[in-house]
């Protein structure tokens, strides 16, 4: 795939324009996980501009993404790199590419198909379904304990009215919702 291709594709897929990004780096420096990111915001914009779908879509960084904004909000020329994550996220998981963080794809997929289905998240559910997922079986217990102990998370889902409306929000022309997931994944 040519490079022009690929930024016509994020551009479309994001209704961002990339190339509008002069590389000033403010994204960079207020992303919060990027700690915890190979290339950082800047840098998969730079790649996007030059056409380095395989290196990007394999990328854990757009897994990593928190998909917070503060990148969008500090941008000067207004770019929401969050939906350019998204698009980047999409097109990974459509064309079933080898991504770094496999879990981290279990996590955004389960998340959106949980908030799908129930309406909203239901955080005991995410944690027991993604914790016989990965196969972690001790990860995560004490946290969601403390948090079922709290009140924080409460054991059973709390219904939401109108859920068909919420279920309305994810699906596209396609079928799917902005995850690439079949409307009948649960």
């Known amino acids: 795939m040519l490079a022009a291709e690929f930024v016509q594709q994020i551009n479309t897929l994001s209704e961002q324009n990339v190339q509008l990004c002069y590389h000033c780096h403010k994204c960079t420096s207020g992303c919060p996980v990027t700690a915890e990111m190979q290339y950082g915001p800047d840098r998969v914009l730079r790649m996007v501009q030059l056409g380095q779908k395989e290196r990007l879509l394999s990328s854990s960084d757009i897994w990593v993404c928190a998909s917070c904004e503060t990148c969008g909000t500090r941008c000067p020329n207004e770019i929401d790199i969050a939906r350019i994550m998204d698009a980047l996220r999409q097109m990974a998981y459509r064309e079933h590419a080898r991504v770094g963080e496999p879990d981290a794809v279990k996590f955004h997929t389960l998340f959106l198909g949980l908030t799908r289905l129930m309406g909203r ?66």
């Open 121 to 186: 998240m239901h955080e005991a559910s995410l944690v027991g379904i993604l914790t016989l997922r990965t196969m972690k079986l001790t990860t995560d217990v004490k946290t969601i304990l403390k948090m079922l102990l709290k009140g924080k998370a409460p054991l059973l889902p709390k219904p939401v009215k109108n859920r068909d409306e919420i279920r309305h929000i994810y699906v596209h022309t396609s079928g799917t919702d902005s995850s690439g997931i079949d409307k009948n994944t649960p």
